[in-house]
């Protein structure tokens, strides 16, 4: 009998892309979502999260926001342990461990539950994903000039990258913290804005800005980073290609 697979936010960006490739290969999967997917069930008060993960011996978690990312996996994690999951699987971002934002610090405390569950777990550490540097771009490049925060770098990596190593440490045994996942290039904040201006065949004049207080020595110290990550094979050109028209 195939185990079961429940995926938490199976329809979002990144889920949208792992669920078909979970099912392609055979698994059985559930996905659970507030108000879409197969069950229903609020992750942050935890009504109806119970009976969607009980049967479940795998869960991969991907449900996630601008912020409580906290409490929606220690509520996950709490109804893990009662349905007795064998492998929980979590995506963080890089540098959860190292840049003073509150958003990072949502990210630390939800690995820290996960790593302290005592269910047998996987975790990933990624890029921010192209769809969310084009989400901040796009308005700021609508302004007469552009302010771009001089120091920043960043090494975007493509969610389907992202969605690919996932699926395929979904149905692998329980690995702890994996090697990190980014893009295949690190670039300025200032490229980033150009090669969009250039999708859309714009330009804009730019006013270089310093971004201020410890978040921004974390970033111009590149603690937001992993230069020895693995690579996705995706550029942000390469991105900016499909999408933008």
């Avoid at 771009?137 to 302004?143: D, G, I, Q, S």
Wanted: proline share 7%.
């Amino acid at each position: 009998m195939t185990s079961l697979i429940l995926v938490t936010g199976g329809t979002g960006t990144l889920g949208r892309l792992v669920v078909p490739l979970l099912r392609s290969a055979g698994h059985q999967v559930r996905v659970l979502g507030r108000r879409g997917g197969d069950v229903t069930a609020d992750l942050l008060t935890g009504e109806g999260l119970q009976p969607a993960v009980d049967g479940a011996d795998t869960v991969l978690h991907l449900a996630g926001g601008p912020k409580n990312d906290d409490v929606l996996t220690r509520n996950l994690v709490q109804a893990a342990v009662r349905a007795e999951v064998r492998h929980l699987v979590h995506i963080s971002v890089i540098g959860a461990d190292r840049v003073p934002l509150a958003w990072f610090r949502y990210q630390r405390d939800a690995e820290r539950a996960v790593m302290d569950s005592g269910v047998p777990w996987t975790m990933l550490r990624a890029a921010q994903f192209h769809d969310l540097v084009l989400k901040a771009v796009t308005p700021m490049a609508k302004l007469p000039v552009v302010p771009v925060p001089g120091g920043l770098r960043f090494q975007p990596v493509d969610a389907r990258d992202v969605a690919a190593r996932l699926a395929d440490l979904t149905v692998g045994p329980p690995s702890d913290l994996v090697p990190d996942l980014a893009g295949p290039k690190v670039y300025v904040m200032g490229e980033l804005v150009r090669g969009y201006l250039a999708a859309r065949g714009k330009r804009r004049p730019m006013l270089r800005v310093r971004m201020p207080g410890k978040a921004g020595r974390a970033y111009r110290a590149g603690d937001n980073l992993s230069l020895e990550a693995e690579l996705g094979k995706r550029t942000w050109e390469e991105f900016l290609a499909e999408r933008v028209r």
